[in-house]
């Protein structure tokens, strides 16, 4: 089984047995240029000389799973992906074309999903069938499994969890238009915005003061430090998301939740500061749901693109 994680950047490809052992991992550029429109002819040609070079046939291959940086609809059609210059693409259509391979055994599906399934699968929440992974990079991204299953939704859009409104009164907009989405407060830009707030409204001394350009990374090295304001920053990052995934665990009642991203390597003391307010205002019910950082870093998007077609 194949498993690729398609990136603005680069493409991750996954060469599977189909118990989940990674055989062999390549990694292309991604080439945006005229609409992107390579994009799936260099996967399709990185995937026959796989198989060429591993002496195996098409008939071998029990399929092909795709992740996409965009909105994708169960039957694999992206609807504007601006990050590959992708109008609309469907996905398995295109690639059976290229391979000559049964569209049938090609999914494609949003990466932070994806991302999720591999956790779920492979990685941190290994073992759980229900399962919420939020990644916290220059976004935030989220993937909700139920059942072993990625929640795609009507739009593709299920599992957005970074644009849940937690703020009904903020009054800066967030990349997608609206006003308070979570994006807003918990990823690594908003972890600076929160900052920059925090030091302008105390008069508390701190190592973020002084500097000239904060990053997310700063903040969360003062915070481990017990820098007053980068926890009192990381207090309401915590209450944004613990809350956010409290509602969330309403609707699916998750036995993992999975905290991804470059902002994850924060560790344990993320962690916590998410659980605190997570079991706050968690239903009975779901307050004991364990909170744990990805374990499959890069590598979660190749496996969740494996798993969906297994
Ligand atoms: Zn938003």
Same mark, same amino acid.
């Given at each position: 089984? #194949?498993? +690729?994680?398609?990136?603005?950047? *680069?493409?991750?490809?996954?060469? #599977?047995? /189909?118990?989940?052992?990674? +055989?062999?991992?390549?990694?292309?550029? *991604?080439?945006?240029?005229?609409?992107? !429109?390579?994009?799936?002819?260099?996967?399709?040609?990185?995937?026959?000389?796989?198989?060429?070079?591993?002496?195996?046939?098409? *008939?071998?291959?029990?399929?092909?799973?795709?992740?996409?940086?965009?909105?994708?609809?169960?039957?694999?059609?992206?609807?504007?992906?601006?990050?590959?210059?992708?109008?609309?693409?469907?996905?398995?259509?295109?690639?059976?074309?290229?391979?000559? #391979?049964?569209?049938?055994? =090609?999914?494609?599906?949003? /990466?932070?999903?994806?991302?999720?399934?591999?956790?779920?699968?492979?990685?941190?929440?290994?073992?759980?069938?229900?399962? +919420?992974?939020?990644?916290?990079? *220059?976004?935030?991204?989220?993937?909700?499994?139920?059942?072993?299953?990625?929640?795609?939704?009507?739009?593709?859009?299920?599992?957005?969890?970074?644009?849940?409104?937690?703020?009904?009164? !903020?009054? !800066?907009?967030?990349?997608?238009?609206?006003?308070?989405?979570?994006?807003? #407060?918990?990823?690594?830009?908003?972890?600076?915005?929160?900052?920059?707030?925090?030091?302008?409204?105390?008069?508390?001394?701190?190592?973020?003061?002084?500097?000239?350009?904060?990053?997310?990374?700063?903040?969360?090295?003062?915070?481990?430090?017990? /820098?007053?304001?980068?926890?009192?920053?990381?207090?309401?990052?915590? !209450?944004?998301?613990?809350? %956010?995934?409290?509602?969330?665990?309403?609707?699916?009642?998750?036995?993992?939740?999975?905290?991804?991203?470059?902002?994850?390597?924060?560790?344990?003391?993320?962690?916590?500061? =998410?659980?605190?307010?997570?079991?706050?205002? %968690?239903?009975?019910?779901?307050?004991?749901?364990?909170?744990?950082?990805?374990?499959?870093?890069?590598?979660?998007? +190749?496996?969740?693109?494996?798993?969906?077609?297994?």
């Amino acid at each position: 089984v #194949f498993g +690729i994680d398609v990136g603005g950047t *680069t493409i991750k490809c996954g060469f #599977f047995s /189909d118990d989940g052992e990674l +055989i062999e991992k390549e990694e292309l550029p *991604t080439r945006k240029e005229n609409s992107g !429109e390579n994009i799936l002819p260099d996967i399709a040609e990185y995937i026959k000389m796989t198989l060429a070079m591993h002496k195996k046939k098409f *008939t071998d291959i029990a399929g092909i799973g795709i992740g996409v940086p965009g909105a994708v609809r169960d039957d694999g059609t992206v609807n504007k992906c601006v990050n590959l210059g992708w109008e609309v693409v469907n996905v398995p259509n295109k690639l059976s074309e290229l391979l000559i #391979f049964p569209k049938e055994k =090609i999914k494609a599906g949003n /990466d932070a999903n994806v991302a999720a399934l591999g956790e779920a699968w492979k990685g941190a929440a290994a073992g759980s069938s229900d399962v +919420i992974m939020v990644t916290l990079g *220059t976004g935030v991204g989220g993937g909700i499994i139920v059942d072993g299953k990625i929640v795609t939704g009507h739009h593709g859009a299920g599992g957005e969890i970074g644009h849940a409104n937690v703020d009904h009164h !903020e009054t !800066e907009s967030c990349n997608c238009g609206n006003r308070g989405c979570l994006e807003q #407060f918990a990823s690594a830009t908003g972890i600076v915005r929160m900052a920059k707030k925090e030091l302008a409204a105390s008069e508390e001394k701190s190592v973020l003061r002084d500097m000239e350009n904060i990053s997310a990374k700063a903040v969360l090295d003062a915070f481990k430090e017990n /820098d007053p304001v980068a926890v009192a920053t990381m207090e309401k990052v915590g !209450e944004q998301l613990g809350g %956010a995934l409290a509602i969330i665990s309403c609707v699916t009642d998750p036995e993992t939740i999975v905290i991804g991203g470059g902002v994850s390597k924060a560790g344990q003391p993320l962690v916590d500061c =998410i659980q605190k307010y997570y079991r706050k205002y %968690a239903f009975a019910s779901c307050k004991d749901t364990q909170i744990v950082i990805a374990t499959l870093g890069n590598d979660a998007g +190749i496996y969740g693109a494996a798993k969906m077609v297994l």
